[in-house]
């Protein structure tokens, strides 16, 4: 490959284009349809098995949709390389496990090797810059787990792995943010802190993030746009506060749901009836 | 800075291992020095014993260097530290290929034209290489699809992502083993005398002295060197590649490549290995475990040092093979050696599984 720019690469607009995917017979994302932009901070909820996972795993790359496609201002996923996707789209997945004992530092330090050398073949074996390291501390400050960056990360809890996978993400400092459920384990102090830096990455630099979450709050408060999928398919687009109504709600988790001082409540509809 | 690796210290780690590695060569060539002192003083030469244990030794860590390597890169491909070419079924796929081809060659021998001609033996000897790896690749790719099973939806979110769990992993070696060692023993059956004789040997794993050559072990290197070396470059990749499916592509590793390519490649060097010696078990699972405790579980460290620490392993095993005797029936198989060794270890590893590093 030739010369690349060193500067990281932008991306303004993340489309789903009609995109389809099955296990097997068992279709779990059909005719998904949105286009994300830069500076939006998009909320996926939805039921379980509902599709959001796998519409991540569509988005990173690892699956592709047997209809439709995926494109990256106006280019199909799959014309990138593995590294050029990895310098755009960077993924938390829902829960990171090694069968190794890296540390910390080790498994921050693994983002960064898409950045480099992408020269074909003889690309594995690498060292990281002095400013790999930094990018690398940055992203463990910011998570908070810079003081166990030498503890292997089977050592720790869920919530500090947790933060430790966000952390890779974070320094592989790509345009694009996809999270899955990325504050499932993490205190609240943790999750006040990683909103705060979400938002700041989506208004000040003008990031993509989208996050899957089941905290509806969450989606509500902290998300620009939200999109409620249901058995596969999107069944919502839009502001939050217009997308996640009570009717919808209802529809889509059979809940009885309530505004009420700008936060959702929820009961079982079997109370009520 | 522990995690972190320059040019510098990757250097100097090289140089390390490599210079421990000379020393125990240096050690295990003067076990026995009594002989060598004996000759010397009755005035005989010295030379030509110290040029067959130089091969042997030579021999051994080639075996333990191929087989450290193959077990590292199997661990991180299999996402298991427990994997292993031995019990995985590899090592032993390796061997049918070389009895298939003793078996096949070896009425060749006996044609005068052949027999006098120095160089077709040597290139009949050569030519274990090939069937040896053929019966790996094979042997490698029923492992992977018995062990991976099917894509599936489980581990929404790539959490899981072919992690391979380690009990169906040690049933797909059991039944590999099982298989390929009734092959051995179908293909003794069937085999003329002069091949039968040494194969109770050779399937325990030992270096033969008689059957070495420069030629052989020439070979041996390059083949050897040109399975280790794509490795050796791919060893960053390997640490993304050891984490899940996900998580590879995302941080922009191409895993399917990675995985036909270091499937291949250790089927190889575990070949390379069993063309010299047999199936040797245990060093490629003990090698890469010593080293994971020292030097972390970082494979750019891992693809240096488990090799070399195989090579230096086996030198020593082999050594004391040599020296001890432990009856008169002739000299023990090394294999005896690793598999005392390495059972035990095996043991203790499945036991601790989930704290294991």
Same mark, same amino acid.
């Given at each position: 490959m030739t010369a690349k720019p060193k500067t990281t690469p932008r991306v303004e607009c993340l489309a789903i284009q009609d995109a389809t995917f099955a296990f097997g017979s068992q279709p779990v994302v059909k005719n998904v349809r949105a286009d994300i932009h830069a500076g939006e901070l998009v909320a996926i909820v939805g039921p379980n098995g509902c599709g959001k996972s796998t519409l991540l795993r569509l988005l990173v790359g690892e699956l592709s949709p047997a209809q439709g496609s995926i494109a990256i201002d106006g280019?199909?996923?799959?014309?990138?390389?593995?590294?050029?996707?990895?310098?755009?789209?960077?993924?938390?997945?829902?829960? $990171?496990?090694?069968?190794? $004992?890296?540390?910390?530092?080790?498994?921050?330090?693994?983002?960064r090797y898409a950045a480099h050398g992408a020269a074909g073949g003889l690309t594995g074996l690498g060292f990281e810059t002095p400013a790999d390291l930094q990018l690398a501390n940055e992203a463990m400050w910011l998570m908070d787990v810079h003081s166990l960056a030498d503890r292997p990360v089977s050592s720790l809890s869920g919530g500090e792995r947790q933060r430790v996978t966000i952390a890779r993400a974070l320094a592989q400092q790509t345009p694009v943010l996809l999270l899955d459920e990325p504050t499932s384990a993490l205190d609240m102090y943790h999750q006040l802190e990683l909103w705060a830096h979400l938002r700041e990455l989506?208004?000040?630099?003008?990031?993509?993030?989208?996050?899957?979450?089941?905290?509806?709050?969450?989606?509500?408060?902290?998300?620009?746009?939200?999109?409620?999928m249901d058995r596969g398919a999107i069944i919502a687009d839009g502001p939050p506060t217009d997308v996640l109504t009570p009717t919808i709600l209802q529809q889509v988790y059979h809940v009885n749901a309530e505004h009420r001082e700008g936060v959702l409540r929820f009961t079982r509809m079997t109370e009520h009836a | 800075m522990n995690g972190t690796i320059t040019a510098k210290s990757y250097a100097r780690l090289w140089l390390l291992a490599t210079l421990a590695v000379a020393a125990v060569f240096l050690l295990c060539l003067l076990c026995g020095y009594d002989v060598l002192l004996r000759r010397v003083t009755v005035g005989w030469p010295a030379a030509e014993l110290l040029e067959s244990r130089m091969l042997r030794l030579i021999a051994a860590a080639i075996v333990g260097f191929a087989l450290g390597a193959a077990g590292v890169t199997l661990q991180a491909l299999l996402r298991n530290p427990l994997a292993d070419p031995y019990v995985l079924g590899i090592s032993s796929g390796a061997s049918v290929g070389v009895m298939l081809w003793l078996l096949f060659t070896g009425p060749l021998l006996a044609i005068p034209a052949v027999a006098t001609s120095e160089f077709l033996r040597q290139l009949l000897a050569c030519g274990t290489t090939i069937p040896a790896v053929a019966g790996a690749?094979?042997?490698?790719? !029923?492992?992977?699809?018995?062990?991976?099973?099917?894509?599936?939806?489980?581990?929404?979110?790539?959490?899981?992502?072919?992690?391979?769990?380690?009990?169906?992993?040690?049933?797909?070696?059991?039944? +590999?083993?099982? +298989?390929?060692?009734? !092959? *051995?023993? &179908?293909?003794?059956?069937?085999?003329?005398?002069?091949?039968?004789?040494? *194969?109770?040997?050779?399937?325990?794993?030992? +270096?033969?002295?008689?059957? &070495?050559?420069?030629?052989?072990?020439?070979?041996?290197?390059?083949?050897?060197?040109?399975?280790? *070396?794509?490795?050796? !470059?791919?060893?960053?990749?390997l640490n993304i590649g050891s984490l899940s499916d996900v998580e590879s592509v995302s941080l922009g590793v191409n895993i399917g490549r990675l995985r036909t390519l270091c499937f291949i490649c250790a089927s190889i060097m575990t070949a390379a290995g069993i063309a010299l010696s047999g199936p040797i078990g245990f060093v490629g699972l003990i090698c890469p475990h010593i080293c994971r405790s020292i030097w972390g579980a970082d494979h750019r460290k891992l693809v240096v040092t488990a090799p070399l620490c195989g090579a230096a392993f086996l030198m020593a095993a082999d050594s004391l093979v040599r020296v001890a005797q432990f009856s008169s029936n002739g000299e023990l198989p090394v294999g005896v050696i690793t598999a005392l060794c390495g059972g035990p270890f095996f043991m203790v590893l499945l036991k601790r599984k989930g704290a294991v590093g």
């Open positions: 280019v199909a996923l799959r014309e990138f390389r593995p590294r050029e996707m990895a310098q755009r789209i960077a993924l938390v997945p829902q829960q $990171a496990t090694t069968a190794f $004992a890296y540390t910390v530092r080790e498994m921050v330090l693994m983002s989506v208004q000040t630099h003008r990031r993509l993030v989208v996050m899957v979450t089941h905290d509806l709050n969450v989606a509500l408060t902290q998300a620009t746009r939200a999109l409620v | 690749v094979v042997s490698c790719i !029923l492992v992977f699809v018995l062990a991976r099973g099917r894509q599936s939806n489980s581990g929404e979110g790539g959490g899981g992502g072919g992690a391979v769990d380690p009990v169906t992993l040690l049933l797909v070696g059991v039944v +590999i083993s099982a +298989i390929n060692g009734a !092959l *051995l023993m &179908l293909l003794n059956n069937i085999a003329p005398g002069g091949v039968q004789r040494s *194969l109770l040997n050779y399937v325990m794993g030992s +270096i033969n002295e008689q059957a &070495l050559t420069w030629w052989l072990i020439g070979t041996v290197i390059l083949v050897l060197a040109g399975a280790y *070396l794509p490795v050796l !470059l791919g060893s960053r990749a």
